[in-house]
T-cell receptor
Framework: DAGVIQSPRHEVTEMGQEVTLRCKPISGHDYLFWYRQTMMRGLELLIYFNNNVPIDDSGMPEDRFSAKMPNASFSTLKIQPSEPRDSAVYFC???????????FGNGTRLTVT | GENVGLHLPTLSVQEGDNSIINCAYSNSASDYFIWYKQESGKGPQFIIDIRSNMDKRQGQRVTVLLNKTVKHLSLQIAATQPGDSAVYFCAEEGLFDYKLSFGAGTTVTVRA
């Protein structure tokens, strides 16, 4: 089992640039989540999908953030334009169903200068 | 909003001793609780979970206790090993709200 795969592991970009984070969930998992982790705010849920459909995006900070899931094996989180306050570790997680625990990837560390 | 909080931000344990990590939650509607372990540079890793209709659940070297009366959750690690050094998070999920909310985390350091 390869687990949840995220890319890139590290991303350094300049303010104003577009950033795209990628995630491949565990095969067969119907739920996919995007979390952000910072020292100040801990782990925050940004958005989650069920069967490729966005269910709750109330955690998305603002319109600069968008997420898509074009198929069951791929999701993206895009920030455009990026700002220094977006610097954080972004995690993708997936679960089999509502009664199963989340399995996390190893995250993408984003630094916006 | 309601959130999950931890009593102790850090815990230092002698190798071989038992560890107890505590967590308080405020949402009485929470139905599902999970403990995660996060090592440096990695994502949170599932340890054990418990539902609100139970008060105790055991895994390999770990036990989770749930006290709904005082809204308290704890994780006990038996015979703590150096590999147990990590940040431990409790997380809760509401019965009607499939959103896992995480506590602040407790850093556990195992002394050799």
């Amino acid at each position: 089992d390869a687990g949840v795969i995220q890319s890139p592991r590290h991303e350094v970009t300049e303010m104003g640039q577009e950033v795209t984070l990628r995630c491949k969930p565990i095969s067969g998992h119907d739920y996919l989540f995007w979390y952000r982790q910072t020292m100040m705010r801990g782990l925050e849920l940004l958005i989650y999908f069920n069967n490729n459909v966005p269910i709750d995006d109330s955690g998305m900070p603002e319109d600069r953030f968008s997420a898509k899931m074009p198929n069951a094996s791929f999701s993206t989180l895009k920030i455009q334009p990026s700002e220094p306050r977006d610097s954080a570790v972004y995690f993708c997680a997936s679960s089999f169903d509502r009664n199963s625990p989340l399995h996390f990837g190893n995250g993408t560390r984003l630094t916006v200068t | 909003g309601e959130n999950v909080g931890l009593h102790l931000p850090t815990l230092s344990v002698q190798e071989g001793d038992n560890s107890i990590i505590n967590c308080a939650y405020s949402n009485s509607a929470s139905d599902y609780f999970i403990w995660y372990k996060q090592e440096s540079g990695k994502g949170p890793q599932f340890i054990i979970d418990i539902r609100s209709n139970m008060d105790k659940r055991q895994g390999q070297r770990v036990t989770v206790l749930l006290n709904k009366t005082v809204k308290h959750l704890s994780l006990q690690i038996a015979a703590t090993q150096p590999g147990d050094s990590a940040v431990y998070f409790c997380a809760e999920e509401g019965l009607f709200d499939y959103k896992l909310s995480f506590g602040a985390g407790t850093t556990v350091t195992v002394r050799a």
